[in-house]
C-alpha cells in the first residue's frame, strides 16, 4: 500500500500561522479542540493576497491558517485598487 503524501510531511501546528507561529485563532480548530460550536471564523470575511498565500510552506499548505496580523500587514502594503 503506498503512503500518502503528506505522511512524511513535517507536523503542521493548526493552531499557529504558518508564517509568523503566533496564534492564528482559527474558529474551526477551536470547534475540534474544544467539541464545542464556534462563530465563523474570522478569515471567512478576510481578504488574503495571492502573494501572501504563496508564502505559506508547501506542508502547511491547507492544514493551518494565516494569523489576522499577518493578513493585515500584506494588505496594508498593496495598493488600495488591489484590494477586493
Do not use: D, K, Y
Not at 492544514?63 to 488591489?82: E, G, N, W
Amino acid at each position: 500500500m503506498p503512503t500518502p503524501p503528506h505522511a512524511n510531511a513535517p507536523a503542521v501546528n493548526a493552531t499557529r500561522c504558518p508564517l509568523c507561529g503566533q496564534g492564528n485563532g482559527c474558529a474551526e480548530e477551536a470547534a475540534r479542540a474544544t467539541g464545542q460550536p464556534q462563530p465563523p471564523c474570522w478569515c471567512m470575511t478576510a481578504a488574503f493576497p495571492p502573494t501572501l498565500r504563496a508564502e505559506v510552506p508547501q506542508a502547511a499548505r491547507g492544514r493551518a491558517c494565516i494569523c489576522a496580523a499577518c493578513a493585515a500587514a500584506a494588505s496594508s502594503t498593496l495598493p488600495a485598487h488591489a484590494l477586493p
